[in-house]
C-alpha cells in the first residue's frame, strides 16, 4: 500500500474550516484514500473515503487532486469535539486477502475556542 | 446494535502471567482485525481473520495468538505477558461483502504488564 504523508498537528479556530492535507504520491490506480479520526484514545472512526472523484457526506468533504497524489479533508465547520488525531489512509480494495489498513502517526488537530 | 464490543476495558498484568482480550461483534461482518497502539503511535496490526476458521498474522504477531471459531467472537490471547505489551488494543470489523465503507472500531483495551 501506499504511503502518506501528513503534518504533525495543526490548529483551527472553531466555526471554521479545517483543511487537513495528505499526500500520497505514490498512489496506485486501484487504491482509495481512507480518512479516519481518533478521538482522545477512543476507537478510531471512519469519516470518509474516496477514489477519484470529491466525495461530501455529513462528516465531511474530501478533495482529491487530478493526479491523485494528494488529497485534503475539509470539516466545513469545526466544532471543539473535533479536536482529534486524523489519519489519512491509502488502501487497495482489490486485494480481499491482503486487506489491512496502515496507519501512520497522523495530524493532531486542536480546535481553538 | 452493539457493534464491536471489547473486554476487558482495563488490565494490569504480572511479566508471565497470560490472558486473553476479548472482541465479539453483532455486525455479521466477516473481517475481524486486531491492532495495538503504544502510546504516540499509530496503530499495528497484530492479527486478522478473514472469516470464521482463517486468521492470518500482521504486522506485529510475535507474544500473540488468535482463533475464529465463530463470525462473532475474535479474542486475543497473551500467553507470557512482558513489559513490551504495555499498550492499548483495538479490535476492528469490516463487511468486505458490502459497499465500501469504513472499518468499526472497539472501544479498546488497556493494558499494563508490571
Known amino acids: 500500500d501506499a504511503k502518506t504523508t501528513q503534518p504533525t498537528s495543526m490548529d483551527c479556530a472553531e466555526g471554521r474550516a479545517a483543511n487537513l492535507p495528505c499526500n500520497h504520491s505514490?498512489?496506485?490506480?486501484?487504491?482509495?484514500v481512507y480518512w479516519y479520526r481518533q478521538i482522545h484514545s477512543q476507537g478510531p472512526q471512519y469519516i470518509i473515503h474516496g477514489l477519484k472523484n470529491n466525495e461530501t457526506n455529513e462528516m465531511a468533504s474530501l478533495i482529491i487532486t487530478e493526479d491523485r497524489k494528494s488529497s485534503t479533508l475539509i470539516l466545513p465547520h469545526a466544532t471543539l469535539r473535533d479536536t482529534a488525531v486524523y489519519y489519512c489512509?491509502?488502501?487497495?480494495?482489490?486485494?480481499?486477502?491482503?486487506?489491512?489498513?496502515?496507519f501512520g502517526t497522523g495530524t493532531r488537530l486542536t480546535i481553538i475556542p | 446494535n452493539a457493534g464491536v464490543t471489547q473486554t476487558p476495558k482495563f488490565r494490569i498484568l504480572k511479566i508471565g502471567q497470560s490472558m486473553t482480550l476479548q472482541c465479539t461483534q453483532d455486525?455479521?461482518?466477516?473481517?475481524m482485525y486486531w491492532y495495538r497502539q503504544d502510546p504516540g503511535m499509530g496503530l499495528k496490526l497484530i492479527y486478522y481473520?478473514?472469516?470464521?476458521?482463517?486468521?492470518d498474522k500482521g504486522e506485529v504477531p510475535n507474544g500473540y495468538n488468535v482463533s475464529r471459531s465463530t463470525t462473532e467472537d475474535f479474542p486475543l490471547r497473551l500467553e507470557l505477558a512482558a513489559p513490551s505489551q504495555t499498550s492499548v488494543y483495538f479490535c476492528?470489523?469490516?463487511?468486505?461483502?458490502?459497499?465500501?465503507?469504513?472499518?468499526?472500531f472497539g472501544s479498546g483495551t488497556r493494558l499494563t504488564v508490571v
Open positions: 481473520s478473514v472469516g470464521a476458521g482463517i486468521t
Open positions: 476492528a470489523t469490516v463487511d468486505r461483502g458490502r459497499s465500501l465503507y469504513g472499518y468499526t
Open positions: 455486525m455479521n461482518h466477516n473481517y
Open positions: 505514490t498512489i496506485s490506480g486501484n487504491e482509495y
Open positions: 489512509i491509502v488502501n487497495s480494495r482489490s486485494n480481499f486477502g491482503n486487506e489491512k489498513l496502515t
